[in-house]
């Protein structure tokens, strides 16, 4: 698994998380009537205690396809992601990232103000950068809507993301990235279930990965 194509899984993660700012308000710079749905997508998952995704992910390099599938549990800031047998945790004060392959965890501080690159707080709060990003509606059939955002500044290294939606806009069915390199990544939600986490949800126990190296990049 590379470790870029799971940063990308965070960044989905986060976009799916719109439930978390449910009471912002939308800016009508872009489509007015994509801005419709995505506050019809707010108003549904603001109601979320937590959310659970069951997802697969189709990674598109050329001719070279790879399909990773997974789990997402996100409750606030914090989240847990499990891919293919890897996970992500962030309980927003430290982040622990498992590689199965290897059997180690890399531990780092969470860093809320780290903003280089396409972060996961741009995406998070993408009816608010609107002046980053221009959204429109460009297509429609019987199952759906499919909204494109654009940035409009080059500092990004994607050209574009297409969401879809439902026809009642009550949920996403996927996301899809479309790369400057030319690779693409499609994010296919399977189920999208309103979660109670434990305590322990955020946390990575070593104990239950016997013999697991840890490494500590922390400052």
Known sequence: MKIYNFYIITILCLLLSLYTNGQNTFKEKSDPEATKILKNLKKTFSTYDAIEIEYLLEIENGEDKELQK???LQQGDKYRITNNGNIIINDTKTVWMYIKKQNEVQVNDYDSEDDSGFTPAQIFNI???????????????SH??????KPLDSEYDFKKLRIKVNKNQTNISSIKIFQDDGSRMTFIVKNINNAKPSKTSFRFNKENYPGVKEVDLRD
């Open 70 to 72: 997974g789990k997402i």
């Open 144 to 149: 759906g809507y499919s909204i494109e955002f």
């Open 127 to 141: 009816d608010e950068n609107d002046n980053e990003f221009f959204y429109a509606i460009t297509g429609e059939d």
